[in-house]
């Protein structure tokens, strides 16, 4: 995806499935109409990884997968998809944190040390609270379902060289982070921008496209359901119709898409 003189690659470490209907609020009957969201199996393809921003002088990462310990066969290619890109680990300027679960944090550290020895950390000053405060939200039980390792376990090393925002700003040259609360307190959407073009990557404001057709839906990791309902209807009216690309960590092959306004009915179109 190239949006001005920035150039943006997804970083896959694999993928996993999940039946869809027990994640969302949704029976089976629903996903008839959603079904070019699933597999052959009617599994729900979820996506690991996350996003190189190449720009002039800077070279960030958008989260940065499960990690090396989930599943062996399926996941665990970071490093090497970074490689593909031609992209060595002490390059990476910067490791942007859309939010703090563990399955956007596998390659940050191996709970001992920093893997991009180089970078400047950034996430949301709410999060950090939020997991690494005095009563630190429990996610063992996901990780032990999907592998990995917790986020206390992978966030210590990283406080000496982590710098946090608090609201909507700038925190790099064409890279805005604008908070949408909700799946975790300090959820966000990284918009990146040069000249008049941008893009938006999504975090875990959604899933899977479906999620943005309409404001019915209700994800089972959502900390605050309803707020991460609002959460996604605003970013949904912000792109419907607008021809903005968009992707989010968990989208199928890490691929971008734009919401269109067809008939008063929202649709999905990747590519
Ligand atoms: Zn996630």
């Given at each position: 995806?190239?949006?001005?003189?920035?150039?943006?690659?997804?970083?896959?470490?694999?993928?996993?499935?999940?039946?869809?209907?027990?994640?969302?609020?949704?029976?089976?009957?629903?996903?008839?109409?959603?079904?070019?969201?699933?597999?052959?199996?009617?599994?729900?393809?979820?996506?690991?990884?996350?996003?190189?921003?190449?720009?002039?002088?800077?070279?960030?990462?958008?989260?940065?997968?499960?990690?090396?310990?989930?599943?062996?066969?399926?996941?665990?290619?970071?490093?090497?998809?970074?490689?593909?890109?031609?992209?060595?680990?002490?390059?990476?300027?910067?490791?942007?944190?859309?939010?703090?679960?563990?399955?956007?944090?596998?390659?940050?550290?191996?709970?001992?040390?920093?893997?991009?020895?180089?970078?400047?950390?950034?996430?949301?000053?709410?999060?950090?609270?939020?997991?690494?405060?005095?009563?630190?939200?429990?996610?063992?039980?996901?990780?032990?379902?999907?592998?990995?390792?917790?986020?206390?376990?992978?966030?210590?090393?990283?406080?000496?060289?982590?710098?946090?925002?608090?609201?909507?700003?700038?925190?790099?040259?064409?890279?805005?982070?604008?908070?949408?609360?909700?799946?975790?307190?300090?959820?966000?959407?990284?918009?990146?921008?040069?000249?008049?073009?941008?893009?938006?990557?999504?975090?875990?404001?959604?899933?899977?496209?479906?999620?943005?057709?309409?404001?019915?839906?209700e994800m089972i990791g959502d900390v605050d359901k309803q707020l991460a309902q609002r959460s996604r209807e605003a970013v949904a009216r912000e792109l419907e119709g607008s021809d903005i690309?968009?992707?989010?960590?968990?989208?199928?092959?890490?691929?971008?898409?734009?919401?269109?306004?067809?008939?008063?009915?929202?649709?999905?179109?990747?590519?």
């Amino acid at each position: 995806m190239q949006i001005g003189d920035v150039t943006i690659d997804g970083v896959s470490d694999g993928s996993l499935s999940a039946p869809p209907t027990p994640m969302f609020n949704k029976t089976d009957q629903d996903w008839l109409q959603h079904s070019q969201f699933l597999d052959d199996d009617g599994m729900l393809p979820i996506h690991m990884g996350g996003f190189l921003v190449r720009t002039r002088d800077r070279q960030v990462l958008v989260d940065t997968g499960i990690g090396p310990r989930a599943d062996p066969v399926r996941t665990g290619r970071f490093m090497e998809s970074l490689a593909a890109l031609g992209a060595r680990p002490e390059e990476v300027t910067d490791v942007v944190l859309t939010h703090l679960h563990f399955d956007h944090l596998g390659w940050a550290t191996d709970g001992e040390r920093r893997v991009f020895g180089n970078a400047t950390y950034r996430c949301h000053e709410a999060d950090w609270e939020f997991f690494m405060g005095a009563t630190p939200y429990d996610d063992s039980l996901a990780v032990s379902l999907m592998g990995g390792r917790t986020s206390s376990e992978l966030l210590p090393p990283l406080a000496d060289r982590l710098e946090t925002w608090s609201g909507d700003e700038t925190v790099l040259p064409g890279v805005d982070v604008r908070g949408a609360p909700g799946h975790t307190p300090g959820s966000t959407v990284v918009v990146i921008s040069s000249g008049t073009d941008r893009a938006m990557l999504l975090g875990d404001v959604v899933h899977c496209p479906a999620e943005l057709l309409s404001d019915d839906w209700e994800m089972i990791g959502d900390v605050d359901k309803q707020l991460a309902q609002r959460s996604r209807e605003a970013v949904a009216r912000e792109l419907e119709g607008s021809d903005i690309p968009a992707a989010a960590t968990h989208f199928p092959g890490l691929q971008f898409g734009r919401l269109l306004a067809a008939d008063g009915r929202r649709q999905w179109m990747f590519g």
